[in-house]
Nanobody, 115 residues
Framework: QVQLVESGGGLVQPGGSLRLSCAAS????????MNWYRQAPGKERELVAA????????SYADSVKGRFTISRDNAKNTVYLQMNSLKPEDTAVYYC????????WGQGTQVTVSS
């Protein structure tokens, strides 16, 4: 079965950086685009970044463009989200996502940006 396991979250000061990882298993990783979403308290879950099967195409929410970078390593079945210049409004639970007949989600990793 599809499994997605996120890691790398934590507490960081404004302006700091974090790199999130999502280890995938149970499917042919290189056959699917991958996504990162986030959900802040009291808000809808929102798409943050997406990457095509071989990484040649990426897209970002306007709120993170120029600060976040999505990448993937198909040999390691892992997708990453490098987050720089973090702001308090980036505080959220970050989820890895793949669509195979339906949405599949990891358990999420908490990112808190605070001084």
């Amino acid at each position: 079965q599809v499994q997605l396991v996120e890691s790398g979250g934590g507490l960081v000061q404004p302006g700091g950086s974090l790199r999130l990882s999502c280890a995938a298993s149970g499917f042919t990783f290189s056959s699917y685009a991958m996504n990162w979403y986030r959900q802040a308290p009291g808000k809808e879950r929102e798409l943050v970044a997406a990457i095509s099967r071989f990484g040649s195409s990426t897209s970002y929410a306007d709120s993170v463009k120029g600060r976040f970078t999505i990448s993937r390593d198909n040999a390691k079945n892992t997708v990453y989200l490098q987050m720089n210049s973090l702001k308090p409004e980036d505080t959220a639970v970050y989820y890895c996502n793949v669509i195979i007949f339906r949405d599949h989600w990891g358990q999420g990793t908490q990112v808190t940006v605070s001084s």
